[in-house]
């Protein structure tokens, strides 16, 4: 990543205080049970895109869009900071998330934090992100 000076300093401005639990909260606001958010680079195109998902048929849907054969660990939503799971996205294969589960073992949140242009086009795809 080129631009990676500017991508610090946009996680950090964005996403260095927020916490997964806020990202939920957000999205169970909306109406699609869904907060999308990214950085963009000096040409203006997503660098690093943020979904969370609140919805279980939304989620069952994503999984196998973008192929995902596991989920992130069992982390604190209310501890652990968006920064954390964009820096793993960067430093590791492009995408990182993570999931809650509901009593039966099932997903019933997700935080998906892409920083690479492969599967940032997918996500856009399949929700229909304007560009």
């Known amino acids: 990543m080129n631009q990676l000076p500017q991508f610090s300093e946009a996680l950090m401005g964005a996403w ?3 916490t997964l639990s806020d990202l ?3 999205a169970k606001t909306q109406a699609s049970g869904m907060l999308f958010e990214a950085i963009r680079g000096t040409s203006g ?3 690093v895109l943020l979904i969370c998902v609140t919805r279980k048929e939304q989620i069952q ?3 196998p869009a ?3 054969t596991g989920m992130g660990g069992a982390e604190d939503w209310t501890k652990t900071r968006v920064i954390e799971i964009a820096l793993r996205a ?3 294969s492009g995408l990182a998330f993570q999931a809650l589960r509901d009593a039966s073992g099932a ?3 997700l935080v998906l934090v892409s920083a690479e242009q492969k599967s940032i086009s997918v996500i856009e795809r399949f929700f229909r992100l304007p560009k």
Do not use: E, P, Q, Y
Request: proline residues 0%.
């Open 107 to 109: 997903i019933s949140d």
């Open 61 to 63: 849907k994503l999984m």
């Open 66 to 68: 973008l192929n995902c």
């Open 16 to 18: 260095g205080a927020k």
């Open 90 to 92: 960067a430093a590791g």
């Open 45 to 47: 195109g997503r660098i």
């Open 24 to 26: 939920r909260s957000k």
